[in-house]
């Protein structure tokens, strides 16, 4: 079974937990002696090094003293991973932490906030980057029947915001598989389905890829479902990102990543190229 582990705060964290860990082997210390030695619970520790808790620069300044780190250079670089996970942490969307805590998607939004590649297949829905605000709001109401209209709205308020990552200077690539099924789910208004389809041409950005995976396609690896692949700068490594109905579940390990990878490849292959998908999203216009 795959290995499951909730989501990194920040690429920050990720780089400082594995930092932290690799200057206490290499000072070949236990967990336990360092905890005594900084007077911290071996759990609390534990947890830093498994980026599953934040820390402060006090305490990391202390780790680094009982691990003989004197090297400015090193020590500042550390500090600096230190400062920017808790800037990351104060974040436009942290208000909205009450709603997207049930399944992690503030764990979610944080990653996507730091990545460079995005590679996404959706089975049922568009991608949340690429929708219009009705669609989102008419998405986010079928599947959270447990808000309120104020809760759907916070929600689709997030999602409009989520977008202007792919407008940005460092704008990361996405490359985008869509099975046809998403395109023909049509929900009430027509108009609706329409003015999305129009927008999937109008976003037309060379950081922007998108294919479509036509039902003639038959059977393939991901009927599983959905899943989003990110890309971080070095030295983060990938991972693969799942959302299902109650919790959200973040892939790390590296035969995870690559097995998911090998599946967006067979799926980018066997779909309609981009020339290709706009001229079909055209002709779905059309019926409309």
Request: charged share 25%; hydrophobic share 40%; with cysteine.
């Amino acid at each position: 079974m795959a290995k499951r582990s909730p989501a990194p705060q920040s690429v920050y964290r990720r780089q400082l937990s594995s930092q932290l860990k690799a200057l206490r082997e290499a000072a070949e210390l236990t967990l336990t002696t360092v905890a005594e030695t900084v007077e911290v619970t071996q759990g609390t520790l534990s947890r830093i090094e498994t980026g599953k808790r934040g820390t402060t620069p006090v305490l990391v300044k202390a780790l680094l003293d009982c691990y003989g780190v004197t090297d400015p250079a090193t020590r500042e670089d550390v500090l600096d991973l230190v400062r920017a996970d808790l800037a990351q942490r104060n974040t436009w969307w942290r208000k909205y932490s009450a709603l997207m805590n049930p399944t992690q998607y503030g764990g979610y939004v944080t990653l996507e906030s730091s990545a460079t590649t995005l590679r996404s297949y959706e089975s049922q829905l568009i991608p949340g980057l690429l929708q219009t605000e009705e669609y989102a709001r008419r998405v986010i109401t079928a599947m959270r029947v447990d808000l309120d209209a104020k809760g759907i709205e916070a929600l689709v308020d997030v999602r409009m915001q989520r977008q202007s990552l792919l407008a940005g200077e460092d704008a990361p690539k996405l490359w985008a598989v869509i099975d046809e099924a998403a395109i023909r789910r049509m929900h009430g208004s027509p108009a609706v389905m329409k003015g999305q389809l129009e927008h999937l041409l109008d976003v037309d950005r060379p950081n922007i890829t998108l294919q479509l995976l036509p039902f003639d396609t038959g059977f393939h690896p991901a009927l599983y479902g959905s899943f989003m692949l990110m890309g971080f700068p070095e030295p983060n490594p990938d991972l693969v990102w799942v959302e299902n109905l109650t919790n959200s579940v973040c892939f790390e390990a590296a035969a995870d990543v690559e097995r998911y990878t090998e599946v967006f490849d067979h799926l980018r292959a066997s779909a309609l190229g981009p020339p290709e998908t706009r001229s079909r999203i055209k002709n779905m216009i059309k019926e409309l």
